[in-house]
């Protein structure tokens, strides 16, 4: 029979294990707030370059009709067709690429990197509120690129094939280069691109 210092000592223990998981769990769930990564809510799209982070698939259809660069966007016969014509997830896998491929071709900077990640948020507030959890201060602008994650954040009401373009490039260029350039440099660097994508 255990004595009574034993059954104290041993509920201690476990009191602090629970507390310690407990305090993992929140700790992990925050640095993942903090970081802008994706939780468990949300979905991946893997293309060559980029692995796009979706919440539904509304919303990563809606990419497709964003997006026009690429395969199948704004010819004479795309015009014409339906929406359900073709695969739709195929299309989007092509555009981003095609988009990314475009914006080292402008930059003159092709090498192998690892893939660029694609928050695609469903709203303004959204966004705003991932700018808020990441730098602590309220969102003025409209996209934006994270060298710390590798991570574009876009709002799919508020995006196109140009302002995606522009947060590829400062991907590319933070990663192409061996020390990253100045801000106002990326900056310009970016907004050619941006200028030039369908040249």
Sequence with gaps: MQSLRQITGNITKFSLRTTASIFLVFSLLSQAMASGQPLA???QLKTKY?????QNQQDLLRLRQKLH???GASTFFTIFSSDNDGDP???IKGRIDA???RVQEILGMRKAMDPVIIN???NQRQLHQAYKEIYGTQCRIRAWYRHKDRTIYVNINDLHEGMLAHEMAHFIIDNY???RPPRATAEILARYVDLHLKD
């Design 177 to 179: 280069l061996e020390v």
């Design 89 to 91: 997830i195929a299309e």
């Design 69 to 71: 660069f690429g395969p």
């Design 99 to 101: 988009i990314f491929e």
């Design 41 to 43: 809510k949300w979905s």
């Design 50 to 54: 980029a692995l796009i982070h979706y």
């Design 120 to 122: 695609l948020y469903s």
